[in-house]
């Protein structure tokens, strides 16, 4: 999932451009703030919760819902407020988004990288 998907996608963010994030991606950019803090990983955040890594990979990049129960876990594993999950700021934004692994990759994603680069 992108980290924005608003309408100015620019080096420069607004408060305008904060309050597009869906609350989706409010938790993904929450969670990889708590990740990069906390020197984690996402089998160290799916052990906390008892959950699989494959589920947690799935939270983090946007690709999975969260219901309420995990929420409320998260919260007290985590010791962190609903707020501190969801809560985005300016300099959240402008965090570099971690490297694709690459290992699963898509041919089709493959394609639409290097179409990118040869029209650069």
């Known amino acids: ?3 924005f998907t608003g309408k100015n996608k620019g080096d420069e963010t607004t408060i305008k451009d904060l309050t597009e994030l869906t609350h989706q991606e409010r938790l993904v950019i929450g969670l990889e703030r708590i990740k990069s ?3 984690l ?11 699989t890594e494959g589920y947690m990979s799935q939270v983090i990049r946007g690709k999975r819902d969260v219901k309420l129960t995990m929420l409320d876990k998260m919260t007290r594993q985590f010791r962190v407020t609903t707020s501190d ?7 959240d934004l402008r965090r570099p988004l971690r ?3 690459g290992r699963r990759r898509s041919k089709k994603k493959m394609a639409e990288r290097h179409l990118a680069h040869a029209h650069e």
Do not use: H, Q
């Open 37 to 39: 803090e906390r020197s």
């Open 85 to 91: 999950l969801f809560n985005v700021s300016e300099d």
């Open 99 to 101: 490297e694709e692994s």
């Open 1 to 3: 999932m992108p980290r």
């Open 41 to 51: 990983k996402n089998k160290d955040l799916a052990a906390m919760l008892g959950v």
